[in-house]
């Protein structure tokens, strides 16, 4: 079972990243379920949201405790350590929104990847929503589901123009996702 | 009946599956209250409605009082009718809900539980289910998105019958279930679904052509004789809901059944609960097996009528009970759960070490840990009562 825990701030679709990750991996046959912040939902206030992926059927429903991923969609919130490291396995994936590239050097303890999804949010939306230039940087990092999945996922969700501009999103982020440690 | 009918598999999150199968049960009139603390159960109605994929009524009232009381009105009219609520909505619709079962009204209502204030909060309690445990409504307990929307075929199937006629509530958990996406099957259509759920064949609907009285005056003289078969009427329904749970097994593929057991036949330590922690509890008790720890888990998928017998059944031989209640009835001997079990385990003259847990209130996480720590109590104390995880313990 792979666990993912994604970081954000209320508003900037934390949740939706978290629910096309479970439905992206429901559509390829894998179980998966998608758990959302357990705590009070308020515009600008540190969210978390929870993905599990599994190839077998997964019954347990408390929020992910150990993650194996853990996913930074806010830059500001990318220095929070503790809440960062907090319960990560030893072998954790850490990816973080950060058009600096300057982050605390414990990160380098674990897989290291960073994206500028800042650039690609005002590139392809026009605004600072990284939601799903941060789901590409996951699939370009992690590959634990295909880029045709979610791609396929989200236009069930969205259309039109939004649908185009979060599909380039979703495609430069797992482009420029860069390991660094 | 056997499984031809074809389903699709999708993820959804319990709101949606709900919706879904309201949609696939084809109902004539939905009648909600809107705004908080409601789900978006009927708000993806409302856009069913509004696209044309299910004709229906759909009445936006401007209380929950109100909306069970269009609700009631529809159903004696002889309509599949369908209403959703939550916490605060149902303690609403409190003085309703008695007067729908006892004029053996159909209603389907999902309930996403969510806590009581005060202190305010919109998580995860099952305080709403067990304030309606007294009024007459048969209730569904979903551990999973799968179930409810399953569990809400079934209620309609089951309140409908001419044998049942009373309400059913369909619970499933505050945003553990309401808000979570989980893969689930759903069938095709609303074709497919009418092979289980045929169109409503009402009884005694009212008619302004022919007159008919429902709900007149019994004082002293007649109130009790129908209260008495008011109460015979509901256990005697559980026939019919084990009947129903056999027919959807075999139509769905997916088996149904009031009482769920897990290791029980050996065990020395069973969990009894409801609802959505079931599935964290299995995953526990594997655990614990292979530790060689014989512990075994049981789930009311009904809660209402009672179990009484297959429950009875399942735990007579155990030494250790943990009755899990994710509420409290204040200034009572425990939880809610906890009385029903003590009641039947008096009843059956088994009289195994009890304990009650009462957890997750509000939403609080049910971990490992924790379950670790409710056994642990369970098996080396005599302790009666626990609030598992609260500070200062």
């Avoid at chain 1, 069930?156 to 390991?179: C, D, P, T």
């Avoid at chain 2, 529809?74 to 939550?86: P, Q």
């Avoid at chain 2, 209640?325 to 939880?335: A, Q």
Wanted: contains cysteine; glycine residues 8%; charged residues 25%.
């Amino acid at each position: 079972m792979i666990e993912v825990r994604w970081h954000g701030r209320g508003g900037q679709g934390v949740v939706t990243s978290s629910q096309l990750l479970s439905q992206a991996a429901i559509h390829e046959g894998k179980y998966a379920i998608h758990i959302p912040e357990f705590g009070p939902e308020r515009r600008g206030a540190p969210v978390r949201s929870y993905t599990r992926i599994d190839d077998n059927e997964i019954e347990i429903r408390y929020g992910v405790l150990h993650p194996d991923i853990v996913v930074v969609i806010d830059p500001t919130l990318a220095t929070y350590k503790d809440m960062i490291l907090d319960g990560i396995k030893k072998d954790a994936t850490i990816i973080l929104n950060s058009p600096g590239g300057d982050v605390p050097e414990e990160y380098y303890n674990f897989n290291l990847y960073l994206v500028d999804a800042y650039r690609i949010a005002l590139d392809t939306l026009g605004r600072a929503i990284y939601n799903t230039s941060m789901l590409g940087a996951l699939v370009g990092a992690t590959g634990i589901v295909s880029l045709e999945s979610v791609l396929k996922v989200m236009e069930a969700r969205f259309s039109g123009q939004v649908l185009h501009k979060n599909i380039e999103a979703v495609r430069r982020g797992a482009k420029e996702v860069k390991k660094v440690g | 009946m056997s499984v031809t009918v074809r389903q699709v598999r999708t993820g959804l999150n319990g709101d949606e599956a709900v919706a879904y199968a309201v949609l696939h049960a084809d109902v004539d009139v939905i009648s909600a209250y809107p705004i908080t603390p409601q789900t978006i159960i009927v708000e993806r109605l409302s856009e069913f409605v509004y696209n044309g994929e299910l004709d229906a009524e759909f009445i936006p009232v401007e209380s929950e009082h109100s909306a069970l009381s269009a609700a009631l009105g529809a159903s004696l009219a002889g309509a599949r009718v369908f209403t959703a609520t939550a916490s605060q909505g149902l303690a609403l619709m409190y003085e309703i809900l008695y007067i729908v079962s006892s004029l053996r009204a159909p209603v389907v209502m999902a309930l996403g539980n969510r806590a009581f204030s005060a202190p305010i909060n919109i998580h995860c309690s099952h305080d709403d289910a067990y304030a309606a445990r007294d009024a007459g409504w048969i209730q569904f307990f979903a551990e999973t998105v799968q179930e409810a929307y399953d569990l809400t075929l079934i209620a309609f199937r089951v309140s409908e019958d001419e044998r049942v006629l009373f309400p059913s509530i369909v619970n499933l958990d505050g945003f553990i279930l309401t808000h979570s996406i989980e893969p689930l099957h759903v069938f095709s259509s609303k074709d497919d679904v009418s092979k289980f759920l045929p169109e409503r064949d009402p009884v005694n609907a009212i008619d302004p052509d022919n007159p008919i009285t429902y709900g007149p005056l019994a004082l002293q003289n007649y109130y009790m004789e129908i209260k008495r078969q008011q109460a015979e009427a509901l256990f005697n329904s559980k026939k019919i809901i084990d009947e129903v749970f056999d027919e959807y097994s075999e139509f769905s593929g997916r088996r149904y059944v009031p009482v769920k057991k897990l290791f029980v036949d050996d065990a020395e330590t069973v969990f009894v609960l409801l609802g959505s922690t079931a599935g964290t509890m299995r995953h526990m008790v594997r655990k614990w097996r292979r530790e060689g720890k014989k512990v075994g888990v049981v789930s009311l998928t009904l809660y209402r009528p009672f179990p009484e017998k297959e429950f009875v059944e399942s735990v007579k031989d155990v030494e250790n009970l943990v009755v899990m209640d994710r509420s409290f009835s204040y200034g009572s001997p425990g939880g809610q759960l906890y009385m029903d079990v003590s009641a039947a385990l008096i009843r059956a003259g088994v009289s195994p070490r009890v304990l009650n847990v009462i957890y997750g209130l509000g939403g609080r996480d049910f971990t490992p840990d924790l379950a670790e720590k409710a056994l642990e109590v369970a098996t080396s104390t005599d302790v009666p009562l626990i609030w598992l995880g609260v500070r200062g313990d």
